[in-house]
């Protein structure tokens, strides 16, 4: 796949950071965008290592411009864009009756409507390439609970905006898929479970063990194995593959 360019947002970080230097391996070229410059510009060295070529943006995917600078950028570095993985966006884990508007705004504005962007800009660029398109959601989509309203009503949005991205691309050309990872232990849930532990009157190592058998799964996912995932999504393996929402969770989801 030399020559070949792909975009990775939320990549200073977690299964953003994995994901990019997987795809150092299939991709010439990666764009890496996230918030923190400074660990971008650590994901890039990781990139670059690998064998790829790197460029960082450091924007915030939540303000209206920053999407179509993304796809300028891109393009003005690589004169393509062959893939897009939409992995940015942290949502907060807040109860359904506490959260304010403002909260759900900012959940909203970088997850949903930064993907929806995002995706738009890089639209023509991917219709000219046949390129792909992988929007990160999250097993929350499936059981949206109170503790976690936002988490889980944004990432059901990101399904169905991943679906419907697909059928316009079944015309243009564009394959576009959806990820839905169970618990993966990353710094961010890690910080989670420092919260989470003395509100429940335990040691972080006691909240970190009992959380995979309440979740009725052995272990924590590895941000390198939903990588593998993605990189699978953009490579001509699974190029007939469209409008589908993929689960990697352990068998967290019991449901058939």
Known sequence: MSSKVAIVTGASQGIGRSTAVRL???????????????????????VKAAGAKAIVLDLDLAESGAAQKVVDEALGAFGRIDALLNIAGAVPQIDLFDMTD??????????????????????????????????????SALFPKAPYAAVGTINAAIVALAKAFSDRGIADGVQVNSVLPGPVMTGRRQSYLEHWAPLHNMTVEEATARFPAEAGISRYGQPEEIAELMAFLVSPAAKWMTGSTLRMDGGEVKSV
Do not use: I, Y
């Open 102 to 139: 403002e909260q759900w705004d900012k959940g909203l504005a970088l997850k949903l409507h930064g993907a929806r962007r995002l995706t738009v800009a890089a639209w023509p660029a991917l219709k000219a390439a046949s390129g792909s398109v992988v929007m990160m959601s999250g097993n």
């Open 24 to 46: 150092a391996q299939d991709f010439d070229s990666l764009v890496l965008v996230a918030r923190n410059r400074e660990k971008l510009n650590e994901t890039a060295a990781e």
